[in-house]
């Protein structure tokens, strides 16, 4: 019977394949423009790191005095300080963590065809990869006893490979940061998240950055930040080693925690730390308070996903809503004017809900091609995106579960037009056309 009515629709459509068109542009456009503005915003929302996001975790410490106010929704702030980093880094658990700041240094080689250029530098722990699953193409991280030597090493992205060596194996090669010889000891594959999802303090969309150095060269170098720093008292900061002991917030902080029975534990850890430091005359409050959010419960925290978004696509469905209206009226004229044949069909044996479901099968073909059509449109939609707005070049794309979506989308809207036309034309009395024959 399916195929029957798939028959009939297509004989519908080649009866009257003007009014066909229209309504299949008619939807192609209105799934056009949604799904652009709904595949970014999905983007947007989609866990980063789905593998691991329920195993990472942002610790929060409440540093400020009493009748202080942060920035956080709950008053906390957003980043550690510099010592607090340090204290938390050095506590025997849990096994991996990783503080870490963005900057940024020029880049000179031993070339004078290339000419220095300043690039985005991560300061982080060794950690930092494992934990946030980043792989390399050649060498690995730095050792330990680099880092506590504070050696002058760097991991470099793929990319950057590509520009200084022309991809070819750079471990051991020199490159100079800041002037500063450091050697090469790890090329990292480019990130397949679109979303800095470990510093969104800094640009949660921006490009990862393309340089990654030991987290202790920051005191040996006096690496200062890119990103931003949040102070909330008077401090007389005369040099660098003044913004290392001060309680300027610049530090993000992330550790890695298996089970419950971790994460129980290491919320025990950061109350005895602050009860510690409560003690050495810091963490004045009276309520000793911190956080300890996942990777999703952070960026919820930290609203990524700015109020234009979900208005503009909010906007975009409403404007498929036009466009189903409009597809509302062509269908009942053309299913109106087809109400002497379905009443002979009636006349012949045909129940209201065989009419009916004949007719809903054919609107849900016209919902089919405009929804493929609409990815189409979509995806012209997305590449002007790309073309115009940098920052959205990681984003402006549809994965699977878009693709897929959009002609459901597409069918489901045309469902709900044409369920009233259907109703109608179904509810035709036979006699009524019989004697008009």
Request: aromatic fraction near 12%; include cysteine.
């Amino acid at each position: 019977m399916f195929t029957h009515y798939l028959d009939l629709g297509w004989r519908s459509f080649r009866r009257t394949p003007l009014v066909s068109i229209l309504m299949v542009l008619a939807i192609a456009i209105g799934i056009g423009i949604t799904m652009t503005s709904l595949s970014v915003y999905h983007m947007m929302t989609v866990d980063p790191i789905p593998q691991k996001s329920e195993k990472l975790f942002h610790p929060q410490l409440q540093t400020m005095d009493d009748g202080e106010e942060g920035w956080g929704a709950d008053n906390l702030p957003l980043q550690l300080t510099y010592k607090d980093a340090v204290n938390l880094y050095n506590q025997p658990f849990p096994d991996h963590k990783a503080a870490m700041i963005r900057t940024g240094m020029t880049i000179t080689m031993n070339n004078s065809d290339l000419r220095p250029f300043i690039e985005s530098v991560r300061a982080t722990h060794r950690d930092f990869f494992s934990m946030f699953d980043k792989q390399f193409i050649y060498g690995g991280p730095w050792s330990e006893q680099q880092a506590e030597s504070a050696s002058p090493v760097a991991v470099i992205s793929q990319e950057l490979n590509d520009k200084l060596f022309g991809g070819r194996n750079a471990v051991g090669e020199q490159i100079f940061l800041d002037e500063i010889s450091y050697r090469v000891v790890g090329v990292t594959q480019d990130w397949k998240t679109h979303m800095k999802f470990y510093d969104v303090n800094n640009g949660a969309f921006l490009d990862h950055e393309q340089v990654y150095v030991p987290f202790e060269r920051i005191p040996a170098q006096s690496i200062d930040t890119w990103g931003n720093t949040q102070g909330w008292k008077f401090e007389n900061i005369n040099n660098f080693k003044d913004k290392l002991q001060s309680e300027l917030f610049w530090v993000q902080f992330w550790v890695e925690l298996d089970d419950a029975q971790a994460v129980a534990q290491y919320r025990e850890d950061l109350m005895a730390y602050m009860q510690q430091q409560q003690a050495l005359g810091r963490f004045n409050r009276e309520k000793l308070e911190f956080a300890l959010r996942d990777v999703n419960t952070w960026l919820d925290y930290r609203e990524i996903v700015s109020e234009d978004n979900q208005i503009l696509v909010a906007l975009s469905f409403m404007f498929l809503a036009v466009c189903l209206a409009n597809i509302l009226g062509l269908l009942l004229a053309k299913f109106m004017r087809r109400a002497p044949e379905v009443g002979v069909r009636r006349a012949l044996g045909a129940s209201k809900w065989q009419v009916f479901m004949q007719h809903i099968v054919e609107v849900s073909m016209l919902g089919f091609v405009g929804g493929l059509l609409g990815i189409a449109i979509a995806q012209l939609g997305l590449w002007g995106v790309r073309v115009t707005q940098d920052r959205y070049e990681s984003l402006a794309t549809m994965d699977m579960s878009m693709l897929l979506s959009a002609p459901v989308i597409a069918i489901t809207a045309c469902v709900i037009a044409g369920v009233y036309p259907a109703w109608l034309v179904c509810r035709t009395t036979p006699a009524t056309y019989l004697k008009t024959q």
